[in-house]
Structure formats: structure tokens, C-alpha cells
């Protein structure tokens, strides 16, 4: 069974340590404790790993992330992934900090990325893990505060709530959605 997890974020490193790379942040912690490495390839940096028997490709989308339909189509094709074997890591607004929620499908909730993708795919029907990074922000300083670097309080916590993530990654890949949401949302 192949599965494709992808971390949404914006490449370079100006956007490294922000809030709407929580999704690239995600997908290289769950590389890492499986010893996967990111290589550049064709419209992501892609790492493979194996977990109980599953090949896991995580994707890091180069296409910026306005436009994460084109890589996550590509690569869907590419390893002839179906649709319900796709996992979103997005950042999330409209969840305080740290909170963790999956879904089967849904609304973009205004997020550019989740936006392309649903019109690349044509499709809302796809899960997705959001990562809250809270709404500390004025009217009108939304982009500021995305792309805007974590506090050191929310630095402190990051570390357990990217551990949990992954968690919702290895449930979604063996256990599958319904049982993960089950076991895994609001914790």
C-alpha cells in the first residue's frame, strides 16, 4: 500500500521557521525518525519511507504554497496514489495553537493552498490534518502573522504537538481515517 503525506509550506529559507510551513515542519520530523532524506525532485522535495509494511512518499511541495495542487496532482499520478490515500499537513487560523484536527474532506476555510488544491483535484474529498497556529493577529495582518515566525512559548510546545502529528500520520497509513480521527482528534 503506498500512501502520499504532504506537508504543506513555501520552499526557501525565509520561510522555514513560519507558521504556514507547520506542514513542512510535520512531514521532515516523520522522514527523520525513519531515516527518509528529502531529494529535489519534480515540483517537491520528496523523502520515502516505510512504516508497517506501507511505503509513505512525503512531499514537500516547491511550487509555493498557492499553487500545492500541481505537486500533489503530480505525484498522485506520478505513484498512482488514489485520492483516499492522500494526507494534507496544513496550518490552520481558525484552530487555536497546537490543536490537531484531521477530516475526511471539507472547505478550504480561505487557505490558498487547500484552495488549489481542491480545484486541481476537483475534489474537496481528501483528508487533511490541520495544525493550529491560532488567530493572534489585527484585521487585516493575516499574511504577516502566517508568515511570521512562532513565539518562543509556542516554540517550547512545538515539539509534542509535531510528535502527535506524526501519530496521525502512522493512524492514518495502518488504521485508517475514521479509527484516527476516533483516536487522535483533540488530544
Not at 474532506?105 to 487557505?111: I, L, P
Given at each position: 500500500m503506498k500512501y502520499l503525506i504532504v506537508g504543506l509550506g513555501n520552499p526557501g529559507a525565509k520561510y522555514e521557521n513560519t507558521r504556514h510551513n507547520i506542514g513542512f515542519k510535520v512531514v521532515e520530523s516523520f522522514a527523520k525518525e525513519f531515516e527518509g532524506k528529502f531529494a529535489l525532485d519534480k515540483q517537491a522535495e520528496i523523502a520515502t519511507v516505510k512504516f508497517k509494511g506501507r511505503t509513505i512518499i512525503l512531499a514537500k511541495p516547491t511550487t509555493f504554497m498557492n499553487l500545492s495542487g500541481k505537486a500533489v496532482n503530480y505525484w498522485m499520478q506520478q505513484e498512482k496514489i488514489p485520492i483516499e490515500n492522500v494526507l494534507i499537513i496544513t496550518d490552520d487560523i481558525a484552530l487555536p495553537f497546537g490543536t490537531l484536527r484531521m477530516r475526511g474532506?471539507?472547505?478550504?476555510?480561505?487557505?490558498n493552498g487547500l484552495k488549489d488544491i481542491q480545484a486541481t483535484l476537483n475534489s474537496?474529498?481528501?483528508?487533511?490534518?490541520?495544525?493550529?497556529?491560532?488567530?493572534?493577529f489585527h484585521k487585516g495582518r493575516q499574511v504577516d502573522y502566517v508568515l511570521g515566525e512562532w513565539t518562543p512559548e509556542e516554540n517550547e510546545k512545538m515539539e509534542e504537538r509535531i510528535k502527535t502529528s506524526k501519530e496521525f500520520i502512522k493512524g492514518f497509513t495502518t488504521i485508517g481515517l475514521q479509527r484516527t480521527m476516533s483516536n487522535w482528534n483533540n488530544k
Open positions: 474532506k471539507g472547505s478550504d476555510g480561505g487557505h474537496a474529498k481528501y483528508a487533511r490534518l490541520r495544525f493550529g497556529v491560532g488567530s493572534d
